[in-house]
């Protein structure tokens, strides 16, 4: 997700920017401190006093540049799913045959939460945390996300590509895998992010019974071991 730009909920609640008024970069810096304290320290025990003092901003001047913790809560829970179904989106665009769809869309899921760990862990644990309202909005995305998958899936069975029992199932499988990620990956380690994709690419396909699986990674794709 581009913090720099930030999604449509951002997009849609940032004010016009009057004359000497504050820069994007340092709402975008309040923002990451703020996600980095909800992930740290949970979203009920950061004040906006901590956010404030992470990004050396002192009281009421904190509020020239949000209006609330729970906006930014929002912010940031909005925005990574709008990030994720877009990802999908452009997955998908550039095939028409259902393996590599499937193949694609998750490794562009397991690439974001390889990617973006705090903001998939926040966005796991602080649902409970959002207003009613953007609750909503959050599980909505969440509801259109696993439907593209579940989707496809469909779609694959239908044609003969897949054998599975149950489509849902197989597409809650493969959205926890990108938890998990989240969970203990990191940079640095035994596998590089596009290794880690492929891989969990090739472990979808698994899940859905493909008929033909696409081809073998090659020597140099997978570290041994």
């Not at 730009?5 to 820069?23: I, K, M």
């Not at 909005?78 to 193949?103: C, F, H, P």
Request: aromatic fraction near 6%.
């Amino acid at each position: 997700m581009s913090t720099a730009q930030g999604g449509p909920y951002e997009r849609a609640h940032r004010p016009t920017r009057p004359e000497g008024a504050p820069t994007v970069d340092r709402r975008s810096a309040i923002r990451q401190a703020a996600l980095r304290l909800f992930a740290s320290q949970g979203y009920r025990s950061t004040t906006m006093t901590d956010i404030g003092a992470a990004v050396g901003i002192r009281g009421p001047s904190l509020y020239k540049h949000v209006a609330s913790k729970h906006e930014l809560l929002a912010e940031i829970m909005i925005d990574t799913m709008d990030q994720l179904i877009a990802d999908n989106a452009a997955a998908v665009a550039g095939t028409d045959d259902v393996r590599e769809q499937l193949r694609r869309s998750t490794e562009a899921h397991i690439r974001y939460h390889a990617r973006h760990r705090l903001e998939a862990f926040v966005g796991n644990r602080e649902i409970g945390s959002l207003e009613q309202a953007d609750q909503d909005r959050v599980l909505s995305r969440r509801s259109d996300y696993e439907r593209r998958f579940r989707e496809l899936i469909e779609r694959g069975v239908a044609e003969g590509a897949f054998c599975v029992r149950s489509a849902r199932i197989a597409s809650y499988s493969i959205l926890d895998m990108g938890i998990g990620v989240s969970s203990w990956f990191h940079e640095g380690g035994e596998f590089s992010v596009d290794q880690l994709a492929y891989h969990y690419g090739d472990t979808a396909l698994r899940i859905v019974g493909a008929r033909h699986p696409g081809p073998a990674p090659q020597e140099h794709d997978l570290p041994l071991g």
